[in-house]
């Protein structure tokens, strides 16, 4: 548990992080995932000693609907990074799983190569919390591997809605996994997934199902022309793959290192980095404000009923929230 971190010598620990001990790199996600005080404040300290040997890896969020292959693909991904001598990192954000902790914790019987990889590290999402507070750790705990000398970061989503959006802007590509022949096709445009793509790819293509995969992908690049693109600099390409297989991983990556030579050239990635650095402080802002709030034990107790109050229209929301900032400042 957190709680239980050891002293340590925070020179020594941001050393032995940078010469890529995974034990330290462990324990110092486990300092920055803790919620007491005293641990966070060192947490903070550990993040800016690290700060100068972070941002070199390449950031990939990847999402996709259950059965999708995530996993597979991860797996099938990161170990075929790895045979080239680079260094993956996997990580989670799941606001949602209270009991396992994200789903990678089961999945890591899925990603079976990469799980006994010395050259990857797989690490769920903190075991509860807001997607704010969650999202917030991922990324601290992304630097940290980036101090280790990870030169690939694949965050994986395992949420809805929101916390796409949350890899999105933690990321520098957002590849968005699609099944072939799933009825609707264009069933990521109802949840706006696909217009945060930078690259849709089609999985499970072989077999009898090549033929589908590639009349979904023919229906999704007709679906892109009618959205506006998130860079000027890109156009996101739909394809196909096989995880199984491995069949079409390595195009795959392709397209995500053609991404970012267009961004870094053009001065975008620069541009984003910086503006999601900001956009993590102002998260990282509202989570710790927030956090008395989900603390008191009194206003917990007192919240269904203001919340009961608000919703029948006998309470204003107004005063509803003078009521609950009287009784954190009481």
């Not at 032995?16 to 005293?38: F, V």
């Not at 972070?54 to 170990?79: E, F, H, W, Y």
């Amino acid at each position: 548990m957190a709680s239980s971190i050891p002293p340590f010598d925070l020179d020594r620990l941001a050393r032995d992080i940078r010469a890529g001990d995974r034990a330290l790199l462990s324990r110092g996600i486990t300092l920055i995932e803790s919620k007491r005080a005293d641990h966070r404040r060192t947490a903070a300290a550990l993040t800016q000693a690290l700060l100068p040997a972070t941002g070199n890896a390449v950031r990939v969020g990847i999402t996709g609907a259950p059965g999708v292959g995530k996993s597979t693909t991860i797996d099938a991904l990161g170990t075929m990074l790895t045979k080239q001598g680079r260094k993956v990192a996997v990580l989670a954000v799941d606001p949602s799983s209270r009991r396992t902790g994200g789903s990678i914790l089961a999945d890591k019987t899925r990603m079976a190569h990469l799980a006994n990889d010395a050259n990857a590290f797989i690490r769920p999402s903190p075991a509860s919390g807001t997607l704010g507070g969650v999202a917030a750790k991922t990324r601290e705990t992304m630097l940290l591997c980036e101090a280790a000398g990870y030169d690939v970061v694949l965050v994986e989503t395992v949420g809805v809605g929101q916390s796409e959006i949350a890899v999105a802007d933690m990321t520098d590509f957002f590849l968005v996994l699609m099944l072939p022949g799933a009825g609707d096709e264009l069933q990521g445009l109802k949840k706006g997934v696909v217009e945060l793509a930078d690259m849709i790819a089609i999985n499970k293509a072989d077999g009898d199902n090549i033929a589908r995969a590639k009349a979904a992908a023919a229906e999704y690049r007709a679906a892109l022309h009618i959205l506006s693109p998130r860079s000027p600099n890109w156009s996101p390409p739909v394809v196909t793959y096989s995880a199984l297989t491995g069949e079409g991983i390595a195009p795959v990556w392709t397209r995500i290192l053609d991404h970012r030579a267009r961004l870094t050239a053009s001065g975008e990635l620069a541009s984003i980095r910086g503006e999601q650095q900001v956009k993590w402080m102002w998260a990282m802002l509202e989570e710790r404000l927030f956090a008395p709030v989900r603390s008191d034990r009194a206003l917990k107790a007192a919240l269904p009923r203001i919340e009961a109050e608000v919703a029948a229209g006998r309470l204003a929301p107004n005063a509803a929230v003078e009521e609950i900032v009287d009784m954190l400042g009481r």
